[in-house]
């Protein structure tokens, strides 16, 4: 069985799994970070979004063996007291109901708002156009979205 070093979230993790076996699956049952969720099966969803290298990746369906050597953060990692600018809009907005798909949702608009500070209605479309939200929050989403860009102008933004 192959051996990997992979970073995540800051720290290194050494797990030995198939080449083939998707990211999801290695940071949930290897590493132990379930806050990325298992939606489709098939990067339809956004559920399992995380950053790789920056950029957000659906990781049901990334295979480990191209994460190896790569910056990988989770949910997890984006801040430990809940206070990114995303996370407090998320929460001063009330976005999630169910909240099953906020993982994924907020992965994606963190990476969004580092390549646009200020993004318009079509960015946001377009950037979160891969996150479904059964729940229909779109509109919630969108506004916390925008609530998070006007607090990152009054602060450096931290990835």
Known sequence: MPSYELSVNNAIHKVEVDAAMPLLWVLRDFVGLTGTKFGCGMAQCGA???HLDGNPIRS???PIASA???KITTIEGISENVDHAIQKAWIAMQV???GY??????MSAVALLKRIP???DADIDSAMQGNLCRCGTYTRIRSAIHLAAGDLQQKPFRP
Request: positive net charge; contains cysteine; aromatic residues 4%.
């Open 68 to 70: 190896a050597g790569k």
């Open 101 to 106: 798909c906020q993982s994924g949702q907020i």
């Open 60 to 62: 049901c369906s990334y």
């Open 96 to 98: 999630p109901q169910c």
């Open 118 to 120: 200020k993004p318009t």
């Open 48 to 50: 399992c979004t995380v």
